[in-house]
């Protein structure tokens, strides 16, 4: 069983950032590696992370298009899939990674998004732990892409656009009935002078908010420069912030056992 944090939020907010920095600060959790899922179409998780990433689901499922006709008579095209998604998980020190990509194309078909629900599910299970970088927006929600999730983390920057978004968000989790243990709110790139501004963020977002990120010159400039968000220095407000935004999470200790991967 994995425990599973996805991020989601306002486009722009940070969340790849804050999905960088608990991958960075998570990996090897227990001795194992864990699972960053990028399922934003422009994804970036991977150069957040500083490591080449050339494989992705949505090229496995244009292979798969391309040549379903092309398999031998005893070759099944579920196995072909599976072979071709396995070889979309990007291998890193402490982490590994799977990039979704573009979920729908020409000629995309049900059958194979339905198959790849199962896969991402089963892949994720043998992780003790997965980050899941939404795309912006609330489709995925509604659309029910998203796998059981322990822990939404929904950031927010103090801007009026990004609490109305996390608003929407916590009603659409309400509404639709999700399969979302708990939500709550991430305040990033707060200036220090709107510190108190925090309670009016939670009260009209509905979401108790676990942790405050610093708005961060570090991590403007590391991004300006292309420098991965795992060089960030330990006196980074951004890292510090994450670092306890971690300790709030109280993801369960992994058992000891056989390294998955
Ligand atoms: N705490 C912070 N301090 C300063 N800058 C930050 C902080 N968090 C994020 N940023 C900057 O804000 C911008 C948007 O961040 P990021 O790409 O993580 O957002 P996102 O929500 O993933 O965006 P998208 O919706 O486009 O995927 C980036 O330039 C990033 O460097
Ligand atoms: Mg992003």
């Known amino acids: 069983m994995t425990f599973s944090i996805a991020i989601s939020g306002k486009g722009g907010t940070g969340k790849t950032t ?10 090897n959790y227990g001795g194992q ?14 150069e ?11 090229k496995a499922r244009e292979m798969l298009l391309k040549n379903k006709d092309k398999l031998g ?3 099944r095209k579920e196995d072909y899939f599976n072979y071709l998604f396995q070889s979309s998980v990007e291998e890193f020190d402490g982490f590994d990674i799977i990039i979704m990509g573009n979920a729908e194309g020409p000629g995309c078909y049900c059958y194979v998004n339905n198959l790849l629900r199962k896969m991402v599910d089963d892949l994720s ?26 822990i939404l983390l929904v950031v927010t ?3 009026a ?7 929407r968000i916590q009603e659409l989790i309400k509404t639709l009935n999700t399969n979302i243990r708990k939500a709550y709110l991430v305040v990033n790139r707060l200036p220090p002078r709107f510190v108190d501004k925090v309670k009016d963020l939670e009260k009209t ?40 935004l971690i300790k709030k999470l109280e993801i369960p200790e992994v058992p000891k056992g056989e390294i998955s991967r």
């Open 18 to 27: 804050v999905s960088a920095l608990l991958v960075h600060l998570l990996k």
């Open 33 to 46: 590696p864990i699972l960053g899922i990028d399922s934003d179409p422009n994804s970036n998780l991977n």
């Open 48 to 58: 957040a992370l500083g490591v080449d990433a050339t494989m992705s689901v949505g």
């Open 73 to 75: 008579p005893y070759q």
């Open 125 to 150: 299970d043998k992780y003790p732990l997965m980050i899941l970088d939404t795309e912006a927006g609330l489709e995925h929600f509604s659309r029910r892409t998203t796998r059981d999730i322990d």
């Open 157 to 159: 920057d103090p801007t």
């Open 161 to 167: 656009k990004g609490v109305l978004t996390a608003k």
């Open 205 to 244: 977002s509905g979401l108790e908010c676990i942790a405050v990120i610093p708005e961060d010159p570090l991590v403007q400039e590391f991004d300006l420069n292309g420098k991965p968000i795992p060089d960030l220095p330990a006196s980074s407000l951004a890292l510090k912030g994450v670092t306890e």
